[in-house]
C-alpha cells in the first residue's frame, strides 16, 4: 500500500517572509523617531512651554548634555539595529526547527505507510501505531491531516470476506480475522482522538475523516462528545454489526454525513443529539434501513 496523498512542499516548510534588512533597518528607524518626536510634542504640549529660551553661550553644562545626547542617540541606534538582527535570527531559527520537525516527520512517515502496507497483519498494526503517533505529533495540521487521510484510505480498501471456519478454509480465515483486527483498531483509535476535546493534545477534532464506503462491523464510541469543526463522511458505509453511538453528542459547525449509507446489522444509536448554534447537522439521504436497530430520539436543536 502506498500512501494516496504526497506531503507537498507547501506543507512541508513553513513559507519565511522577512523585509531585507536595509528596509527593515529603514523603517525601525522612521518608526523611532517619529515615536520620539511625538512623545517630545506630546510632552511640550502637556507641560506648556511657551517658548525656548535661546543663548549664543555654549557652557561646559550644555557641551556634556550635548555629548551625552549624541552617545544615547548611537545606543538607541545601536540596539535597534541589534533589535532587528536578534528578530530577524529568530525567525531564521524557527523556520530551521520547522523544517527539521517536518522532515523527522516526512521519514517517519514515509516508514509507517511502508509498514500499513506489508502483506503481514502484525506489521500493519504496527504501522498504524506508528501513523496515530505522527498524526498526535504532527508540526502542524496539514501533515496532521495527511496521516488521518491514510489511515482513512486503509479502512477504504477492498478485503475478502470471512470464508468461514471450514477446516478447509482455516488459514484465510485467520487471516481474515487478522486483518479485522487491524481495521478495527483503526477505528477505535479514530474515535477515541474524536472524543478528546476540541483543542486539547491529541485531540482530531476540527479534521476532516472520509470513511466513505468503510464497513462498519465493531463498536464506535462517540457518545458525550462535543463535535467541533469538520466533516466526518459515513457516505455510502455498511454498518453490519457492533454499536456505533452518538448519544447525548453536541455538534458545533460539524457535519456528519450518512448519504447513501446500508444499516444492515448491529445498533447506531442517535439519541438525545444536541446542535447548537454552528451549524453542525447530521444527513442520511439515501440511507438505507435494512436491519439492525437505529435510535433516533430527543434530537435537540
Known amino acids: ?60 553644562k550644555t557641551l556634556f548634555d550635548l555629548v551625552k545626547l549624541s552617545f544615547g542617540v548611537v545606543a538607541g541606534a545601536g540596539a535597534l539595529v541589534a533589535l532587528v538582527v536578534a528578530y530577524r535570527r529568530q525567525r531564521v531559527d524557527e523556520a530551521g526547527a520547522h523544517r527539521e520537525a517536518t522532515r523527522l516527520h516526512t521519514e517517519r512517515f514515509s516508514q509507517a505507510v511502508e509498514q500499513l502496507g506489508s502483506d503481514s497483519p502484525a506489521v500493519q498494526l ?98 458525550e462528545t462535543h463535535l467541533v469543526g469538520g466533516e466526518v463522511s459515513f457516505n455510502g458505509a455498511t454498518f453490519s454489526g457492533g454499536e456505533v453511538s452518538f448519544a447525548h453528542t453536541t455538534f458545533s459547525g460539524t457535519k456528519v454525513s450518512f448519504d447513501g449509507a446500508t444499516f444492515s446489522g448491529g445498533e447506531v444509536t442517535f439519541e438525545h443529539l444536541n446542535f447548537l448554534s454552528g451549524g453542525g447537522k447530521v444527513t442520511f439521504n439515501g440511507a438505507r434501513f435494512a436491519g439492525g436497530k437505529v435510535s433516533l430520539e430527543g434530537i435537540y436543536v
Open 1 to 60: 500500500m502506498t500512501a494516496n496523498r504526497q506531503l507537498r512542499p507547501a506543507q512541508n516548510d513553513r513559507e519565511l517572509r522577512l523585509w531585507d534588512v536595509r528596509r527593515a533597518l529603514v523603517v525601525i528607524f522612521a518608526a523611532a523617531i517619529l515615536t520620539a518626536s511625538g512623545v517630545f510634542f506630546g510632552l511640550v504640549l502637556l507641560l506648556d512651554f511657551r517658548e525656548i529660551d535661546s543663548t549664543a553661550k555654549l557652557d561646559a
Open 126 to 223: 504496527g504501522g498504524v501505531h506508528a501513523l496515530v503517533g505522527l498524526a498526535d505529533d504532527a508540526p502542524d495540521d496539514s501533515l496532521r491531516q495527511t496521516c488521518i487521510d491514510v489511515l482513512c484510505a486503509y479502512l477504504q480498501l477492498p478485503f475478502t470476506p470471512d470464508p468461514g471456519d471450514d477446516p478447509a478454509h482455516q488459514e484465510e480465515h485467520h487471516r481474515y480475522l487478522a486483518l479485522r483486527t487491524v481495521r478495527h483498531t483503526i477505528l477505535r483509535l479514530i474515535a477515541d482522538h474524536y472524543r478528546r476535546p476540541h483543542g486539547t493534545h491529541r485531540s482530531w477534532q476540527g479534521r476532516s475523516l472520509d470513511l466513505t464506503g468503510v464497513t462498519i462491523d465493531c463498536d464506535i464510541d462517540l457518545s
